[in-house]
């Protein structure tokens, strides 16, 4: 989940810890229909204050308009001298409902990321407006998605919960070591998922491209992250990192892995041709 909703679970009560990183940034598009951008008299360079400016009086779906998708809506307005209101935000919390939509233009603009902002594109109904790891640069290293669960299951089964920080920590390994290794599990994986359904190969190369920097080099959870994460997303400064925070299992994964041996072509070459049969 994001930091966001983790920390309002915290804040209302619920005995929640994140305990691994899992994306760093804040990987998100902000997608228009097609031919909005002409509408507007925009180009895809256009200074941002102008292609924020085009949003007033939009509609604009995303996946939880009180969590980070409603956030970043919000945040783009405010550095466009608007306010929270000069925008429609709507509730569609399901991936193929918002494409949907913008598909059928009941609505102006979505926020998603990958598949989304690829399926619009490559599909010929959706453009990209804003992209905020080039518009907005500052937010690239803001921890952002994290694994979290009760603090109580992390305190009493440390074994269990650092059992799946060392699995994760291996397959973000994997995807900075090997990539196209790493893909072919992933798309192996999602085919299995679907029956057999095979995912577009120019789609599924976007997706993997777009996505793969996002994920961290280390599972353990940064201050510098958190204090990006702290300003972006409003977290209430009484909820400190310790109290949302556990990262003693991540740092000592973190600590593993950086001291293991690396990983052998002959290895890769395993795990290549068991992707491919998964």
Do not use: C
């Not at 509730?91 to 990321?113: E, F, H, Q």
């Not at 994760?168 to 192996?188: C, N, P, S």
């Not at 593993?256 to 068991?274: C, D, G, M, Q, Y």
């Amino acid at each position: 989940a994001g930091i966001r909703n983790i920390s309002q679970g915290v804040s209302k009560g619920q005995a929640l810890k994140a305990f691994s990183s899992s994306l760093k940034g804040f990987p998100n598009f902000l997608v228009v229909r097609k031919g909005f951008l002409d509408e507007a008299g925009l180009k895809a360079d256009s200074p941002l204050n102008d292609r924020i400016a085009s949003l007033r009086g939009k509609n604009v779906a995303v996946n939880d308009i009180g969590g980070s998708a409603g956030d970043f809506v919000r945040e783009l307005l405010r550095r466009g001298g608007f306010g929270d209101r000069d925008a429609a935000l709507i509730n569609i919390s399901s991936t193929p409902g918002r494409l949907a939509a913008l598909k059928a233009k009941r609505i102006d603009a979505l926020v998603g990321y990958a598949p989304e902002p690829e399926t619009a594109m490559i599909e010929g109904y959706g453009e990209i407006l804003i992209d905020s790891a080039t518009d907005i640069p500052e937010i690239k290293s803001i921890a952002y998605i994290m694994h979290f669960g009760r603090a109580a299951y992390i305190q009493e089964k440390p074994d269990v919960v650092e059992r799946l920080v060392r699995a994760l920590a291996k397959a973000t390994k994997l995807m900075k070591d090997d990539t196209a290794v790493a893909r072919d599990a992933f798309f192996a994986q999602m085919s299995a998922k679907a029956f057999g359904g095979a995912t577009d190969a120019k789609l599924a190369e976007l997706q993997w491209n777009n996505m793969r920097p996002y994920f961290p080099a280390a599972m353990s959870i940064t201050d510098e992250g958190m204090k990006g994460a702290r300003t972006f997303f409003q977290i209430p400064d009484n909820l400190s990192n310790d109290t949302l925070i556990d990262n003693s299992i991540a740092r000592r994964v973190d600590a593993a892995t950086a001291s293991a041996p690396a990983r052998s072509a002959a290895s890769a070459s395993i795990a290549s041709r068991e992707a491919k049969w998964a």
